[in-house]
């Protein structure tokens, strides 16, 4: 009777491990397809958004008139260059918020990261968390070889919240707001608390204020998210090479680049 209780017992407890290591594996198998479908998405963000910062950093940062600062917002920036800081603005703006949508939407789906290969997960995770901290760990500027005064955090939150304002969902699929349904609305995104923030980040950056972080800011979230690019797109099947160039971030003599 006892020998037959513990057979009992032991079918029971095989039984309830087995479906208990099943559930873990194809619950892995589910955050594995779900991290590998938004990581596409994540790639390409990530991309515009690097590319933009190149502009801003390299271009708009050492012009004597950037179009950020500019009183008219329909003024154009030169003869030969179109743009006018209502488009620029709103256009940066989106980039960043679709960056951060992105990795919200990741974020909801799965609750770990998961990859093929545990490294690799890790690797996605620490560099997602890397370009993060580049706008929003306050100790950063205790890098500076050089003074500065000023300076200005996107926080974690932040982040979210403003990714959060573009997430849509459609036939329980979540997805980022098209350009043009931001731009009809950034009049009113404009408006609330961290929207402002991260403008007036952006219009310090190129402000040529030498004691001011946030251009060093910008120049280190680039680098980073050149690193989760050459993470997603290691063979530069999507991303070109030539557009995934690191810079030298300014008061820290070259900190992130390789």
């Known amino acids: 009777m006892e020998s037959t209780l513990i057979a009992a017992i032991s079918a029971i407890v095989g039984f309830v491990?087995?479906?208990?290591?099943?559930?873990f594996f194809k619950r892995r198998e589910a955050n594995h397809e779900v991290s590998k479908k938004y990581s596409r998405p994540i790639l390409f963000a990530a991309a515009e958004l690097q590319d933009r910062l190149w502009g801003l950093t390299q271009r708009q940062a050492i012009s004597p008139n950037p179009s950020l600062l500019r009183e008219d917002k329909d003024e154009l920036f030169s003869l030969t260059f179109s743009i006018t800081k209502r488009h620029y603005l709103t256009s940066i703006i989106y980039l960043f918020?679709?960056?951060f949508a992105y990795i919200e939407i990741l974020k909801k789906k799965v609750q770990f990261i998961e990859l093929k290969k545990n490294n690799d997960s890790k690797s996605f995770a620490?560099?997602?968390k890397s370009a993060e901290r580049a706008l929003s760990e306050e100790q950063l500027i205790n890098l500076a070889k050089t003074p500065m005064k000023y300076d200005r955090q996107i926080f974690k939150l932040q982040q979210a919240y403003i990714g959060e304002k573009l997430i849509l969902e459609k036939e329980k699929e979540l997805y980022c707001m098209s350009f043009a349904e931001f731009s009809d609305k950034f009049e009113i995104f404009s408006s609330e608390a961290d929207f402002k923030d991260l403008i007036d980040f952006l219009t310090r950056a190129v402000s040529n204020n030498?004691?001011?972080f946030c251009l060093s800011r910008c120049c280190l979230l680039l680098n980073a998210l050149v690193d989760l690019i050459n993470f997603l797109d290691p063979k530069c099947q999507y991303v070109s090479s030539k557009d995934r160039e690191k810079v030298i971030v300014p008061g820290i003599d070259g900190?992130?680049?390789k």
């Not at 491990?17 to 559930?23: A, M, Y």
Request: aromatic share 10%; net charge negative.
């Open 17 to 23: 491990g087995k479906s208990l290591l099943d559930s």
């Open 126 to 128: 620490i560099l997602m």
């Open 210 to 212: 030498q004691e001011d």
């Open 255 to 257: 900190y992130g680049v």
């Open 97 to 99: 918020a679709r960056y």
